[in-house]
């Protein structure tokens, strides 16, 4: 498998900002002290580790090592707070920005000059990596050190824009910035638009913006209209649950109904995280009858019955739908669940998922109240329709500004 992986990766048409800043002799870094936060998915097409490419770097001091969740080296679980550590490989002090700290104090920049980020993006705002990136970058603007951000695919690609903004008073780490729930940005033009549109705020946005001197070293290669398997790269999973990059894509379509805790199972504690809708009690034959009968652009529907390895239902068979894209483009992906909700709405309407959960983090995902409150009157995803969509063509307008590709 590993054959494989650099097979493919020798032949990438796409090379991410890590390669692109080697060709050019690590412009930037240079005579520099240098901070790094990055995790395992921060590495060039040869699978190589940008910690080891830094650290051994001609004239670069790589000197802190600065860790999101699930930790430098990926060895924290989903949720799993990181203390500070000593990274084994470089003897390099690891400072934990998922446990006590979520942003780096002055402290732990002290004595830098510029602080680089390399983490693979998944292109959905829930996910908080991008949060660990803007208290970086607002720490950092605090002290005056430059951010450098090596830019890497969006493997959801350029041009999917979808869901609302967060409301006032849903600002939080998996919800930290004005923008979709699919922003349709690389990492690097995402940390432009922030940086310019005073979207930098603090965690919960309650704090007046900062703007860093912020570099971003770009991919080669890259169009708009790439999934990640278009870019020849091999996938290093970011965090556990995203093992493969079509992972990264059914993300969004189910991860809000993933919130609702034991009332169904999306694939996680199975070999298909975020790609499936079953539970003991569902007819897979008469659920996917009724998805197919919404015709949903771009979406298709199977019948699955698998046993999770783990988790609240391991070992106990469940029912339902797996599903697949017969055209990714035509596909709204973040409705995909709210028609799941509706369905099974239509067919067990005893069995509401907006009671007896806890339903402050489906909230926060979403970044507002009110898709679930609306919602949750009627079990139509055409009474959230108009909401839903309501920011996606202006935050296209603002966020083309930011374009690098």
Not at 13 to 27: Q, S
Not at 102 to 126: F, K, N, W
Not at 357 to 380: H, I, N, P, Q
């Amino acid at each position: 498998m590993a054959a494989l992986l650099l097979c493919v990766a020798a032949s990438a048409r796409v090379k991410p900002g890590i390669e692109v800043l080697r060709d050019r002799g690590f412009e930037g870094l240079r005579g520099r002290k240098v901070g790094l936060l990055t995790n395992p998915s921060g590495v060039d097409a040869s699978l190589r580790s940008t910690i080891d490419i830094l650290y051994e770097a001609p004239g670069v001091e790589l000197v802190r090592l600065f860790g999101p969740e699930h930790g430098v080296r990926g060895d924290a679980y989903a949720g799993d707070h990181t203390q500070d550590s000593i990274d084994p490989s470089t003897g390099l002090k690891v400072y934990s920005l998922y446990g006590q700290y979520r942003q780096p104090t002055r402290e732990m920049l002290e004595g830098l000059d510029v602080v680089v980020y390399d983490i693979q993006d998944v292109g959905c705002r829930s996910y908080t990596f991008i949060s660990s990136l803007g208290l970086m970058m607002r720490s950092c603007a605090e002290m005056g050190i430059e951010v450098m951000v090596l830019d890497r695919p969006n493997p959801l690609g350029g041009l999917k824009v979808e869901g609302p903004y967060p409301r006032p008073g849903y600002y939080s780490f998996v919800g930290q910035y004005k923008i979709p729930y699919i922003y349709g940005l690389t990492v690097g033009e995402l940390a432009r638009l922030i940086n310019e549109e005073g979207l930098n705020r603090g965690q919960k946005g309650d704090l007046k913006p900062l703007r860093c001197r912020l570099t971003v070293v770009p991919m080669e290669g890259w169009e708009r209209s790439m999934t990640y398997v278009q870019t020849g790269l091999p996938w290093v999973l970011p965090s556990p649950n995203i093992p493969y990059p079509q992972t990264a894509i059914n993300y969004p379509c189910s991860g809000l109904a993933g919130e609702f805790g034991s009332f169904i199972n999306i694939g996680i504690g199975y070999s298909l995280p975020f790609g499936t809708f079953a539970a003991e009690w569902i007819d897979s034959a008469l659920l996917k009858f009724t998805l197919d009968s919404y015709m949903l652009p771009g979406v298709a529907w199977r019948e699955i019955h698998y046993k999770p390895f783990w988790g609240s239902r391991a070992g106990k068979m469940v029912h339902g739908v797996q599903f697949d894209f017969t055209d990714y483009e035509a596909a709204t992906l973040t409705l995909i669940q709210f028609y799941v909700l509706q369905a099974l709405h239509e067919l067990y309407p005893q069995r509401n998922p907006f009671t007896g959960a806890s339903l402050a983090m489906f909230d926060k995902v979403c970044g507002t109240d009110y898709a679930r409150l609306r919602f949750s009157e009627t079990f139509r995803v055409s009474s959230i329709l108009e909401y839903w969509t309501a920011d996606v063509a202006g935050f296209r307008k603002l966020s083309q500004n930011y374009y690098l590709y």
